[in-house]
Each structure stands twice: as structure tokens, then as C-alpha cells.
């Protein structure tokens, strides 16, 4: 079934069977995936190694369309194996597999890339995940081979046509590619239209010239020649190159090299064909950042877990016992401290979930104007006097949905880093603010980018600027350009998770010596209006039971005193299977149960529904570190009725425990009411 739907067409089920190579140094791994791979996919066929040896062997002899390999061998291991094929000519297009055990660490998966790989699974392997990622990576070859084969035809119909230059020129006129021909003294006998404008010269000045004119002979000598006169010797090559044109500036180009032949068969030069991809280029670079982001996120997830639990015991235990202290006293001032000290622990949790989109910032209709002129406000008095800070910042520019700490943070970053880059020359910073409306062409140039009402926030200076690797790293999590103890490289990368968090976009365009403009582009909400502030709650308080669930004994014992202090009765357990027995029998002493979500032996989800399934009425609280491991709209689809992040104040788990109580006599209520018999009157 498998392998029927990788075929998208009945016809070529017989074209061409793929063939696969296993390579693992331990037999019965090899076994159990030949196995696997051959009940799923029938047609494909297998081959094994049990070595790097052995499939470098096996690579010499055949054509493979796949190889999976264990990355823990002897000898040579798999990343070394994947270095070695990669490097081959004859092997450098196989794609290869990695099955390891350490997927989710982000070393190993830049070493992995760095060496060549295409795909990676890690054990214990999910059978169907497996078959996918193989068929996955068949398709891919199949279509590569297909393109390629495409592509030689394509280049051999164009040189044949070149014979007649009425015909040839029929063929490339209206070309977008740069087609041009080149005799075997490397002079151009013929240029297309395309070719003409990205060099801004007429053909008539170009035909005829040496190759050299339009390049260092250094150029000539060390990567044009050597090409040439390959091509004029039979091969047909295809390479990436970069050149930097007048009014274009620098491109990336695929180029082609074919030879052209004459009536009698004989090579007289070389057709070169060569297509502008710098834009696909762009686009490929700005999605591996934003896996590289996905993977540092999904990283950042689990570490703020474990600080959101500490904080949590921190902060509660704190609010405790300055409830038994007098006001002012020495350790009423320790306590204190305290609070500060976690307080930044927990702004710094909230940085690192910035990079993967799980922040827990309640966000708020927002007009971000009235933020960003407080911002200047402040940064005016705190730049140095050797920097102009200039604002443009419209009256009007709409609402956005976000959190003012954070747009008033994304301001403060930018503007720093620009003040520091100009501060030993000096110069000027321009802040503009108004509302734009992206097209669908300009939101087709980055990934993050859709067409609609947008506000742009453009953070611009005339400081040193940078180059192209420089900008392609700075949204990285550490990465810094300044001296050591001059910036932790933090910064840009909180700007960029706040920024996508918000559902926005961050564009940024700088050349050496010529500033730099950072351009973030937050959505507009249409028809929205700033809603008004809350007035504090008084602490509320109850006597129901309630069932506490942690698998953190710290936390459960601070969850009895904090609860007991707000007069509620606790039964705490750190085990959730005992839990759920506890609950089975005694399924009506408690009128609230609330969940931690990671636990061992039984999650929380499935706890939460084993207990709502022997009673629906029972209200149930998800409390959890990790704001990744849930969403709202899934708990309310199980039964739950709040979702709670770590850490939380004692006035907050107050008011919700109120309310989810309070809630649940309402439903209660009216459940009674509706189910309730009526009366006739006669």
C-alpha cells in the first residue's frame, strides 16, 4: 500500500525498482528493518552492510536510490560514512538516513548536516515513520533523477540547435535563463536578451569579446577555464556560482555547461546556460533559520519545565512565610529579595520560551504607538549624546494583539544595539512607525510574511553595517559580534521569537558601511479597541476538598499549605496512579482535583481522563511548567476547566480556584433545572 501511493502513476510501478542499502554493524538490526522496509514496500530492493567498509564497497559496485545507516559503528562511523559518500561525485546525490538515539540534540544534528545528511530517526524506530521518511526520500530521488535527466535533454536540444543560429535564437530569445554560446578560444560567438541586461550592454559589444572581459583573469584562470575546457572536452557540468552585477548587484546563478557540436559531430565550443535562483537561495536560508529556531525552541521548552517548577516551590513558599513575618523586619526585607531574584529568573524563563513560539505573555489589544513614543522617550535620555535619535511615528497606526513589556523590549534591543554600534563615531537613528498593507507579491519574498494590514516598526542607522554571513547569524541565540563581555547575543534572538510570537515578521538589510535598517512588521487587528484595565481581585477564599496531583513531593507540600492558608481542604499525592485508585474509591469526597501534566507512570491528560470519565462533573485544573504540553482548546476538549502555568501567586490561584468552583455549582445548577420534571396545571 505503501509503496502504491509512492508511485504517483500505475504506469512506472515497473520502470524502475528502487534499491536500498542497510548499513548497521549489528545483524539483527539489519534484520529487523530488511524486514520492515520489505513487508511495506514490496518492490524495493534490499541491500546490507554490516560495515562502512563494506557499503563503501557496495556504493562502488552499484546505483543506490537510499541508504540508512546506525550512526554508532566502529572504525568509521555513520557520520563519517555520510562524509565519505557526500564527497564522492559518483555518490554525492544518494540521499542517506541517520538512525541514532541522539535526534534531539542539537550538536549532533548541525554535525549531522554539516556532513551531508538528509534525514535523521532515532531509536526506539517507529515502524511507520520509518516507511515514511524512506518513501519520502525515494520520491525525492525519483524526482531529482527525473529534473536531472530533464535537464541534460533540455541542454542537448539546445546545443543541437545552436547549428542553425535562426533556429537557436527561436529557442532562447524569450528565455529568462542567460543562455550564450563560447568558441574554444573562450570567446562569445552569441548572447541572449537576458544575458544583455544583467551585464547593461548591448549584444553587439558583448559578441566577440574574450571571457576575461567580464571577469579578473585570476577568476578566468582559477574557476572558468578549468570548466571550460572540460565542456569542450565532452563532459556537461552544472555548478553555483556568484556574481556581482551593476544594477543587481550580487546574484546567485545555476550555470550549465554543454557542448556544442558542429554538423560533423565535433565539439566547437560551449552553450552556457545559466539561471538567476537568488531568491530560492534566500528563501532556503530563511527556512533552515527558522528550523535551526524550531529546534533551539523545542530545547528551550523543556529547560524552562524544570526553572518553572523550581520557581513555582520558590515563589510559593515565599508568599507563605511572609504571611508569619512583620512588615519591614530583616526578614521581611530577605523575603523580598527573594521575590526580586525570582522575578528575574522568571523574565529570563520567559526570554528563552521567546524562541519557540511557547511563551505564556498574555497578550492584549494593543496601540503600539503610545508604546513605542514611551520607548523613545526613555532611550533619549539614556544613548549616548553622540547619537541623534529621530522619530516618525504615526498618529494613527492601529491596533496590534501583544504584550506592551515586550514591543516596548523589541524597541529597547534594537535601538541599543544600533547606539552601540555607532557609539565611537557617532551617527544617527531613525525610528519610523505606521501602518502598511503587505501584497501578495511583497509577502511571497519571506516565509513568515502573508498578505494583509499590517504596522511597521523600522529601526534605522547609518552605523558600520554588516556583511552576509553577519546577518545571517544574528537572530541565533548567543551569537554576538561584540567583544567578550560586551553582549551576551541574546538580544536579537528575543526580538525574533517576540516577533513571531506576535504572528509578524523581522526583515533586515544592512551592507558593510552603509547602516542598517531592521524592519518588523507586527499584524494589524482591524476593528479592535484597547480593552480597559482590571481592577485587582480581593483574595477569595473556600472549605471544599481538593485533590492535588505533582509528581514534585515539594510541590505537593506547598500546594497543602497554600490551599490549607486559603482554607481549603487538600489531599496531596506525587504518584498518579495511587491517585486515580484513591479517587476510584472515593470518587465524591472531592469537589476539585488539579493536575500536574508531566508525570510518570500516568500524564495528567490520561489521569484527568480516567477521573472524568467515573465522574463528568468534577472540576479539573491542568498546573504545568511547560506551556508547550497543552493548549487551552485541547483542554477544554477533554473536560478540563483552566489551564495554569508555573509559577503562580497566591491571589491568582485564588480568584481561579473560585471560579472553577464557583463555575461548576452554576453548571450544576442548571443542569438541575433543565432535568427537573414539570408540573401540569389543570
Request: hydrophobic share 40%; net charge negative; aromatic share 6%.
Amino acid at each position: 500500500m505503501y509503496f502504491e501511493d509512492f508511485l504517483e502513476s500505475g504506469q512506472h510501478m515497473l520502470e524502475i525498482r528502487p534499491v536500498l542499502l542497510l548499513v548497521d554493524d549489528n545483524p539483527g538490526n539489519l534484520l529487523v528493518l530488511q524486514g520492515v522496509i520489505a513487508d511495506s514496500i514490496p518492490l524495493v530492493t534490499i541491500e546490507t552492510a554490516c560495515s562502512a567498509d563494506e557499503a563503501l564497497t557496495w556504493v562502488a559496485k552499484r546505483k543506490f536510490d537510499g541508504i540508512l545507516t546506525d550512526v554508532q559503528m566502529p572504525v568509521i562511523d555513520g557520520l563519517e560514512l555520510c562524509r565519505r559518500l557526500k564527497a564522492d561525485v559518483a555518490s554525492a546525490d544518494i540521499p542517506i538516513i541517520l538512525i541514532t538515539s541522539h535526534l534531539s540534540s542539537s550538536t549532533f544534528r548541525a554535525e549531522a548536516l554539516a556532513a551531508g545528511a538528509n534525514d535523521f530517526i532515532s531509536r526506539p524506530i517507529d515502524n511507520v515513520e520509518l516507511v515514511a521518511r524512506i518513501l519520502s526520500m525515494l520520491r525525492t530521488k525519483r524526482n531529482q533523477d527525473r529534473l536531472r535527466t530533464s535537464n541534460t535533454d533540455l541542454a542537448q536540444q539546445v546545443a543541437r540547435q545552436t547549428v542553425s543560429l535562426r533556429e537557436y535564437k527561436k529557442a532562447v530569445e524569450s528565455s529568462l535563463d542567460l543562455v550564450t554560446t563560447i568558441s574554444a578560444d573562450y570567446r562569445y560567438l552569441m548572447v541572449n536578451e537576458s544575458f544583455s541586461q544583467y551585464y547593461c550592454l548591448d549584444r553587439e559589444l558583448i559578441i566577440g569579446q574574450h571571457v576575461t572581459a567580464f571577469l579578473s583573469g585570476d577568476t578566468f584562470a582559477r574557476e572558468v577555464r578549468p570548466r571550460l575546457d572540460a565542456c569542450l572536452q565532452g563532459e556537461t557540468l552544472e555548478f553555483e556560482r556568484s556574481r556581482n552585477f551593476l544594477e543587481l548587484g550580487q546574484r546567485h546563478l545555476l550555470t550549465r555547461y554543454c557542448p556544442l557540436k558542429g554538423e560533423d559531430g565535433r565539439i566547437e565550443g560551449v552553450v552556457a546556460i545559466s539561471r538567476d535562483i537568488t531568491e530560492r537561495k534566500q528563501l532556503e536560508e530563511q527556512l533552515q533559520q527558522s528550523q535551526k529556531m524550531e529546534a533551539l525552541g523545542t530545547l528551550a521548552g523543556g529547560i524552562a519545565h524544570d526553572f518553572n517548577n523550581t520557581l513555582a516551590a520558590i515563589f510559593g513558599y515565599a508568599q507563605l512565610s511572609q504571611r508569619h513575618v512583620e512588615p519591614e523586619s530583616k526578614l521581611d526585607q530577605n523575603l523580598q529579595q527573594i521575590f526580586l531574584a525570582a522575578n528575574r529568573a522568571k523574565d529570563l524563563v520567559k526570554q528563552i520560551l521567546s524562541f519557540s513560539h511557547k511563551s505564556t505573555v498574555e497578550k492584549e489589544p494593543l496601540e503600539i504607538h503610545l508604546v513605542v513614543k514611551e520607548a523613545v522617550k526613555f532611550l533619549q535620555a539614556s544613548i549616548p549624546k553622540t547619537v541623534l535619535l529621530r522619530e516618525c511615528i504615526a498618529a494613527e497606526t492601529g491596533t496590534i494583539l501583544a504584550n506592551p513589556t515586550q514591543i516596548h523590549r523589541v524597541m529597547m534591543n534594537l535601538c541599543t544595539n544600533a547606539s552601540q554600534a555607532m557609539q565611537n563615531q557617532g551617527g544617527v537613528i531613525d525610528v519610523r512607525l505606521a501602518p502598511v498593507l503587505v501584497d501578495p507579491t511583497s509577502a511571497a519574498s519571506h516565509p513568515d510574511l502573508r498578505p494583509g494590514p499590517y504596522v511597521l516598526l523600522e529601526v534605522k542607522d547609518d552605523g558600520p553595517g554588516m556583511d552576509a554571513p553577519t546577518i545571517k547569524r544574528i537572530f541565533e541565540p548567543f551569537f554576538t559580534s561584540k567583544k567578550l563581555g560586551e553582549g551576551t547575543g541574546m538580544g536579537l534572538s528575543v526580538v525574533h521569537g517576540i516577533v513571531q510570537s506576535c504572528g509578524g515578521a523581522i526583515l533586515v538589510e544592512s551592507r558593510p558601511n552603509q547602516g542598517a535598517t531592521f524592519s518588523v512588521y507586527l499584524p494589524r487587528k482591524l476593528g479592535v479597541t484597547r480593552i480597559s484595565p482590571v481592577k485587582p481581585v480581593v483574595l477569595q477564599r473556600g472549605t471544599e476538598h481538593i485533590l492535588l496531583v505533582d509528581d514534585e513531593s515539594t510541590l505537593v507540600q506547598l500546594g497543602e499549605q497554600l490551599f490549607g492558608s486559603l482554607g481549603y481542604r487538600v489531599t496531596g499525592s506525587t504518584d498518579s496512579r495511587e491517585a486515580l485508585e484513591l479517587f476510584r474509591r472515593t470518587p465524591t469526597e472531592f469537589d476539585l482535583v488539579i493536575l500536574d501534566l508531566t508525570m510518570p507512570k500516568l500524564s495528567g491528560e490520561n489521569l484527568a481522563r480516567e477521573i472524568l470519565a467515573l465522574r463528568p462533573d468534577i472540576p479539573v485544573i491542568f498546573y504545568t511548567g511547560y506551556p508547550g504540553a497543552m493548549d487551552e482548546e485541547r483542554a477544554r476538549s477533554i473536560g478540563v476547566k483552566a489551564l495554569l502555568i508555573k509559577p503562580l501567586s497566591r491571589a491568582k490561584f485564588a480568584t481561579e480556584l473560585r471560579r472553577v468552583l464557583d463555575g461548576a455549582v452554576r453548571e450544576s445548577a442548571a443542569l438541575n433545572v433543565a432535568s427537573a420534571p414539570v408540573s401540569a396545571n389543570y
